[in-house]
């Protein structure tokens, strides 16, 4: 830690601190427009001088490192003076129509000319007006109020890791535009929202903006990374998103859906308001609470404790809501047939992991991303499907972490790989083999590791004498120098992260795929360290939880198996009833089991199996041929088109 003051207030900082920072650890704050944490500082607004006792002049407080020592005076004189004339300069090419404002009161040039003394309401006529950007549909860019600061094109470029934004032109001519002088809209713009949340003043904005009068923090409800984000709120209703700064998992980024997705979902008017039933006529009509509820348990009752119930619950549904919807299924219908759509995507990820690490779930973090020295990607467009890490990938390859990526497909990130393996559709266990080939034949793998954390191992080996260099490159398609390379820079880091996600596990060999990937983990000692792991990267909000809390035909909560008598035991004695024995029909047999007569009620909790189910006629087929179809849903769906009772939720 460095020692030094600020305006006379002592202070300990990490060294590698600007002196912004080390004076707003002191309260004290100094005025700047163009820089925060995580960006380049290049003193664009001028506007955080500071003076140094024993120094000549004044430095940017932005791009000074605290020094051991060090005395720092934001109210130096010569520091003010500069400051005041900077304001008054950027005050000139200004709209300084502050009453009529959007971010009237939480603007940032507002607060800066606040704490240096000068006025910024002045009205007045710009003597250069500047066209607006209206081109992208989800925000405006007003270049009336932009004070060129440069802070959107450095977000773009540093957090996002894109650079679609740039200052083009000269003189009194610069504006902020696509990158290539062009609209917005026609750039490579991922509508992520970085630079609408960190604009100083109201130059970008959301197309309906409105500054709510509460906030309430919450998780994105997506995606699975689960981005901290805060909703807005003006009196009763639902306005805006704004990012959290400081989420765990996302750091101040948010993509478009989450940004700019939220509240028209919230607010639609296509949303259900009330309960449902079928009439004798076979319309659905709106009933109470009370006439819902007793529909229920009258239709639900012939059911109990005889198989013929199954209840589909939902990865986008809260941890306890799952929990309540398997303990509904195990203790008032005595059923063990339950599921969710992790069936469909992410199950091999539980069985595989389970199988090699004893845990089917991640086993690093998402900040491991920040800290690792090596990225390898299998079975996952990041960018499209998981934008926020394919941002923190995007980070860590523009500050030099090797990027592997094995994908037949030129995606995003394909085309930013150091290597890009683009192997046949279908071979991933053949490239993953190669690859541990690869590292074994270069002296590569983790021998410490290997010998004191992991068994096995001459088993493993021995598995791999069905592949040869020669055959692996003849089925991927993939040179073998490659393979090589790609082998290199994944066994030589001290710490390397695996991602990968759908295209691997939604395959008939999901399972083997997810226990290759994990083997490659193991061989080169990638867990258990900072900056290494396996990451499964979730495709909705809650599909680890789902798994989790035992919304499973053959798993309890915590995954306990049901076929074993002291897990039953255990919560025989939580619940007061032991949970059947026999597992339960899993989802992808359920269709023919209805068909067959074998489940005659189900109860659909936020799924839509008719639209997301594979052979959706014989899906449609099943859910026809139900006695019962109860869903409970947000809104109308092909399947709830097809219930008895729908919930709204």
């Known amino acids: 830690m460095l020692n030094l003051e600020v305006d006379g207030k002592e202070v300990s900082v990490p060294e590698g601190t600007n002196l912004v920072m080390a004076a707003e650890a002191v309260g004290v704050y100094v005025p700047h427009l163009c820089w925060e944490p995580g960006l380049e500082a290049d003193g664009a607004c001028g506007l955080c001088v500071v003076g140094i006792d024993g120094r000549k002049g004044t430095v940017l407080a932005c791009e000074t490192l605290a020094e051991e020592g060090m005395s720092v005076r934001t109210n130096h004189p010569e520091a003010i003076a500069i400051r005041r004339r900077r304001l008054e300069l950027i005050k000139s090419d200004h709209a300084n129509d502050c009453q009529l404002c959007p971010k009237n009161e939480i603007c940032q040039l507002q607060e800066a000319s606040r704490a240096a003394g000068v006025d910024i309401h002045v009205p007045k006529k710009l003597a250069y007006p500047a066209d607006p950007d209206k081109s992208h549909p989800l925000f405006n860019l007003d270049r009336s109020r932009c004070i060129l600061c440069g802070k959107c094109v450095k977000v773009c470029r540093d957090l996002q890791g894109l650079g679609a934004l740039e200052i083009a032109g000269v003189g009194y001519a610069q504006h902020v535009s696509g990158r290539g002088d062009v609209d917005i809209a026609e750039s490579t713009c991922e509508s992520c929202g970085q630079c609408v949340d960190r604009c100083p003043t109201a130059s970008l904005l959301p197309k309906v903006f409105q500054v709510p009068t509460s906030e309430v923090r919450t998780v994105c409800p997506y995606c699975g990374v689960g981005c901290s984000i805060y909703l807005g709120i003006y009196y ?164 030099g972490t090797p990027l592997v990526v094995a994908d037949p497909r030129r995606t995003d990130m394909a085309m930013r790989a150091d290597v890009w393996l683009r192997h046949n559709p279908g071979t991933d266990i053949d490239l993953l083999a190669g690859l541990a080939i690869a590292v074994l034949d270069q002296g590569l793998e983790d021998k410490a590791f290997i010998d004191g954390r992991t068994e096995d191992f001459d088993a493993f080996t021995g598995s791999l004498e069905g592949f040869s260099p020669e055959s692996v490159e003849e089925t991927t398609g993939v040179p073998w120098t490659k393979i090589q390379k790609a082998a290199r820079l994944i066994g030589e880091a001290d710490a390397a992260i695996i991602m990968y996600a759908m295209g691997i596990t939604q395959h008939a060999h999901g399972t083997d795929n997810v226990r290759a990937v994990s083997d490659l983990a193991l061989l080169t000692g990638n867990i258990g360290k900072p900056g290494a792991g396996v990451a499964p990267l979730r495709g909705q909000n809650n599909v680890q939880g789902g798994g989790d809390m035992g919304a499973l035909p053959d798993l309890l909560p915590g995954y306990s198996n049901v076929e074993i008598p002291e897990a039953r035991a255990r919560f025989e004695r939580v619940w007061g009833t032991e949970p059947p024995a026999q597992p339960g029909i899993p989802l992808t047999e359920m269709w023919d089991a209805i068909l067959e007569g074998r489940i005659k009620a189900m109860w659909i909790v936020g799924e839509n199996p008719f639209l997301s189910d594979p052979d959706s006629s014989r899906v449609e087929e099943a859910l026809k041929a139900l006695d019962l179809l109860i869903v409970e849903e947000i809104f109308p769906t092909g399947t709830s088109n097809l219930a008895h009772i729908i919930l709204p939720a």
């Not at 940004?259 to 109470?288: H, K, T, W, Y």
């Open 236 to 399: 009763d209703r639902l306005t805006g998103v704004r990012v959290d700064m400081d989420g765990p998992s996302n750091r101040g980024a948010l993509c478009v859906k989450g940004r700019f997705g939220i509240v028209d979902v919230v607010n639609s008017m296509s949303r259900l308001e009330a309960p449902q039933v079928r009439d004798g006529s076979g319309i659905l009509q709106n009933v109470s609470w009370d006439e819902v509820t007793s529909a229920v348990a009258d239709g639900l009752e012939e059911h109990v404790g005889k198989g013929t119930f199954a209840m589909l619950s939902s990865a986008k549904a809260t941890n306890e809501e799952n929990y309540l919807v398997q303990k509904f299924a195990r203790v008032v219908m005595g059923t063990n047939n339950v599921d969710h759509c992790a069936r469909l995507c992410h199950s091999p990820t539980v069985t595989g992991l389970r199988g090699t690490m004893g845990s089917g779930a991640m086993t690093c973090s998402i900040e491991d991303i920040d800290r690792t020295d090596c990225i390898f990607i299998i079975g996952s467009n990041t960018s499209e499907t998981h934008p926020v890490i394919g941002t923190r990938v995007r980070r860590a390859k523009r500050k």
